[in-house]
Nanobody, 123 residues
Framework: QVQLVESGGGLVQAGGSLRLSCTAS????????MGWFRQAPGKEREFIAA????????HYADSMKGRFTIFRPNAKNTVDLQMNSLKPEDTAVYYC????????????????WGQGTQVTVSS
């Protein structure tokens, strides 16, 4: 079993930044890669980025490259998502997930999900 808890969401003005954090626990967590997704009201869940547990391999959705960075802070069981130059269309619930299947862009590749954290970007 893997447990995931997101934090760091909130309200930010357009152009601002937020850093989300996902804390992972469980004996087998190191066997998984980690991903960040988001879901806006009325839309499907959208892939943002994924990272290997070692932190050496990352993959981004093309539309997320440049403004979003996924990384694993040293010596912590966390996976962070740094979001810069935020836009109102980035407003969504952001989810952390753990998976072992490919392709990493698909929600079905992930076994465990956090509860999500709301990000609201005002114009």
């Amino acid at each position: 079993q893997v447990q995931l808890v997101e934090s760091g969401g909130g309200l930010v003005q357009a152009g601002g930044s937020l850093r989300l954090s996902c804390t992972a626990s469980g004996r087998t967590v190191s066997r998984y890669f980690m991903g960040w997704f988001r879901q806006a009201p009325g839309k499907e869940r959208e892939f943002i980025a994924a990272i290997s547990w070692s932190g050496t391999s990352t993959h981004y959705a093309d539309s997320m490259k440049g403004r979003f960075t996924i990384f694993r802070p040293n010596a912590k069981n966390t996976v962070d998502l740094q979001m810069n130059s935020l836009k109102p269309e980035d407003t969504a619930v952001y989810y952390c997930a753990a998976g072992r299947l490919v392709p990493v862009v698909e929600t079905t590749s992930y076994e465990y999900w956090g509860q999500g954290t709301q990000v609201t970007v005002s114009s």
